[in-house]
Nanobody, 122 residues
């Protein structure tokens, strides 16, 4: 079992930056791919970024490519999402997930956090 707790959300102005963290419990953290999804008001949940268990491979949605960076520290059981050049359309609740890489990317992963709100004001 893996439990995930996100933090780092908040209110930021357009063009600003935030770093989200997702702390995982469980001894098997390093064996899972990790990812981030988001759900904006009135919209479907969408994939944001994913990282392989080793951190050697990363994947991004086109909408965040070049602005967001996903990373992980297996010694700290934590995955991060550095978000730069934030736009109003990035406003959403952000969720981290864990599982096999395909499931992390397509949203069928078994483990999810409770979410953290990111609000970008213009």
């Amino acid at each position: 079992q893996v439990q995930l707790v996100e933090s780092g959300g908040g209110l930021v102005q357009t063009g600003g930056s935030l770093r989200l963290s997702c702390a995982a419990s469980g001894r098997t953290f390093s064996s899972y791919a990790m990812g981030w999804f988001r759900r904006a008001p009135g919209k479907e949940r969408e994939f944001v970024a994913a990282i392989s268990w080793s951190g050697g491979s990363t994947y991004y949605a086109d909408s965040v490519k070049g602005r967001f960076t996903i990373s992980r520290d297996n010694a700290k059981n934590t995955v991060y999402l550095q978000m730069n050049s934030l736009k109003s359309e990035d406003t959403a609740v952000y969720y981290c997930n864990a599982g096999l890489l395909r499931s992390v990317v397509d949203g069928t992963a078994n483990y999810w956090g409770q979410g953290t709100q990111v609000t970008v004001s213009s």
